[in-house]
């Protein structure tokens, strides 16, 4: 859950960044705080000692401590923004934590599992804490260990063989300048190379405005940064070697281009995330082609079932491909969250195709699903968008969506783009297993390479949702309806609703109102209503509208989604917020959007902060 960034550079150094190391440490963590902001620190090494500056609340407290106390010009610098899992919200608590000596500095990224046998360990040998944190301990043995060795990199593989649980770490230390350690396991960690200086962090963010290439890290590894090197080990003490990869977005794309917030940014970049992630699908002759996908043809011809898994958001895109594939490929399809899958024994083999949807790729309930799928013999396929992340590296093949950096905590263009991808996915299993024939699955990619300008269109015409969001900032309760596909847009509207705004929402099947939920449906009680296109099912259609007049009865105030020439929403609407036409399985790429505006506008006329929402972190880490 929590950002950190490194960095080490050579004094006057082509690459190396202006304003020392803890200006490099403190712009990483302004493009990091996404990932917590319950405190943030930097430690730098200088003139052969560590110095440690750390507050708890927003970085803006920190900033505001280094304007009072500066950090000494440094030329190595680690930093930490903090989601708080052990102990609360405290500057004591608040990272880099130090040995006993203040001559050892560690910042650390997940949960040491282990951490209170090794802690009463500690105590027993003399150690005193000053925190509640598990990377407290880390530090402590990290520098009892340096006692022994002498050499960073080996105390920093001895202590890692001792914990148990998800953990990046970096480290610094006094007689080391001009070197920053890290190891990860189960938790991100990335390398940029720079000329004359090198970076780590959390995701490239904390480092794109210095370099685009980077390094990516295999799993229960140590790495070594210095100005001029990058070195790389595994826990037992074997070379290894990263991965490297080119970073096709800049710094400009973590910024908010004049918005008011990210998200509101993110919002008004879907259209490019969805033809982003339409790009290069297609071979010469037009026909669909996967370049990441590693599983064999033969492979996929034969499975019988797919097993989508994700949580939140996520799941929610998954959803609406269990529509979409089932329908072009005639698979049956499940929808699990992520961390009920693997306890309740689900009945997966080698005829599986478990997918995987995250957009940080480092969502531990999803990592630890994804390998009890495959220690059950399923294949598994991430739908990520995140390169270079554990879920992709610990799958069979990947399905990237290029959605470029999300950085508000709620998720809009990633969403999206992970519906835009699960439909790529279907048409590929169909055509690849004959359920559709070329002109068919050409048609449907088509539809969608139209579908950016219809977002464009639905956000050129939002004002009268914004009105309303503005108008309702002091709504207590909001319903969503839908059916079909309709069902799991109500309820990702829903969740952006409770998320940022803080009140009731709930996203119900539209058929299941007259099963109890009708009973909170009282005078002035807003009902969002998603209802599919009288082009499709027209049963669907005629009993959606049946349920909008079911609750206008009842004195709710309907707000409806419908396309564009459809009339017979009118006469039991108060609103009627219109989307271009397209084909029902594609309609929760435009349905969604207004809902988003809504939510995003509400939360900020309420004075919500709509990037960073309470207790909620970009990427969660822990189980």
């Known amino acids: ?58 970085l803006a407290n920190l900033v505001e401590l280094l304007d009072a106390d500066p950090l000494p010009a440094a030329h190595t610098a680690i930093g930490h923004t903090r989601w708080a899992t052990h102990g609360g919200p405290t500057d004591a608590n608040a990272h880099p934590h130090v040995d006993g000596t203040g001559r050892v500095a560690v910042i650390h990224n997940g949960i040491v599992e282990n951490f209170a046998a090794l802690r009463a360990e500690l105590r027993e040998s003399g150690v005193e804490f000053t925190s509640e944190t598990d990377t407290e301990v880390v530090a402590h043995l990290l520098g009892a260990q340096l006692e022994r060795t002498g050499d960073l990199t080996e105390a920093m593989r001895a202590v890692c063989l001792r914990l148990e649980g998800a953990f990046t770490l970096l480290a610094v230390h006094a007689d080391a300048p001009g070197v920053i350690v890290g190891a990860r396991r189960n938790s991100p960690l990335v390398v940029g190379l720079g000329e004359g200086a090198n970076y780590l962090g959390s995701d490239v963010a904390a480092f794109i405005a210095h370099t685009r290439e980077a390094l990516e890290l295999g799993q229960d590894q140590v790495v070594t940064i210095t100005p001029d090197a990058v070195d790389v080990v595994g826990f037992d003490g074997a070379p290894a070697q990263g991965r490297r990869f080119h970073v096709d977005w800049d710094a400009s794309a973590a910024e908010k281009g004049g918005f008011p917030s990210f998200m509101a940014k993110e919002i008004h970049d879907q259209p490019q995330a969805i033809a982003d992630t339409l790009l290069g699908r297609t071979d010469a002759g037009g026909r669909l082609q996967l370049d990441e996908m590693k599983i064999s043809e033969a492979e996929l011809r034969a499975v019988d079932k797919i097993v989508v898994i994700a949580c939140g958001t996520a799941a929610y895109a998954g959803q609406v491909a269990k529509y979409a594939i089932e329908h072009w490929c005639r698979i049956p399809v499940e929808v699990e969250l992520a961390h009920e899958f693997r306890y309740r024994d689900p009945v997966v083999s080698e005829r599986t195709l478990v997918v995987a949807i995250s957009q940080s790729g480092e969502t531990m309930d999803t990592i630890m699903a994804v390998r009890h799928a495959r220690e059950q013999g399923a294949k598994v396929l991430a739908i990520c968008n995140t390169n270079g992340s554990t879920i992709p590296r610990e799958s069979d093949a990947a399905l990237y969506t290029h959605a470029g950096p999300e950085i508000a905590v709620a998720s809009t263009k990633a969403f999206l783009a992970q519906i835009t991808a699960c439909y790529l996915l279907g048409l590929y299993l169909a055509q690849l297993r004959g359920n559709k024939f070329a002109d068919e699955v050409a048609d449907v990619l088509a539809q969608l390479h139209e579908v ?65 939920p009708i009973a909170l449906v009282e005078p002035g009680q807003p009902v969002f209503v998603v209802v599919p296109s009288p082009r499709g099912r027209d049963s669907l259609h005629s009993k959606v509208v049946s349920n909008i007049q079911e609750v206008r009865a009842r004195g709710a105030r309907t707000l409806v989604i419908a396309e564009q020439g459809d009339t017979e929403v009118e006469p039991y609407a108060d609103v009627v917020i219109r989307i271009p036409r397209t084909s029902t399985l594609l309609s929760p790429l435009l349905a969604v959007v207004p809902l988003q505006v809504f939510a995003c506008e509400l939360a900020t006329a309420k004075g919500l902060d709509v990037d960073q929402p309470r207790n909620l972190a970009k990427s969660v880490t822990v189980e």
């Open 1 to 58: 859950m929590c950002g950190i960034v490194g960095y080490v550079g050579r004094p006057g150094a082509p690459g190396a960044a202006a304003g020392g190391g803890a200006a490099v440490a403190l712009e990483g963590l302004r493009r990091l705080e996404y990932r917590g902001y319950d405190s943030a620190g930097i430690a730098v090494v200088s003139e052969g000692a560590v110095a440690v500056r750390k507050r708890a609340g927003k």
């Open 452 to 516: 950016p300008g219809q977002v464009r269109q639905v956000l050129d015409g939002l004002e009268q949702v914004r009105e309303i969001a503005r108008y309702m900032a002091d709504t207590r309760s909001v319903l969503f309806l839908g059916r079909h596909v309709g069902y799991p847009v109500a309820m990702e509207g829903a969740l952006k609703l409770k998320e940022l705004a803080y009140i009731h929402a709930e996203g119900f099947a539209a058929g299941e109102l007259k099963h109890g």
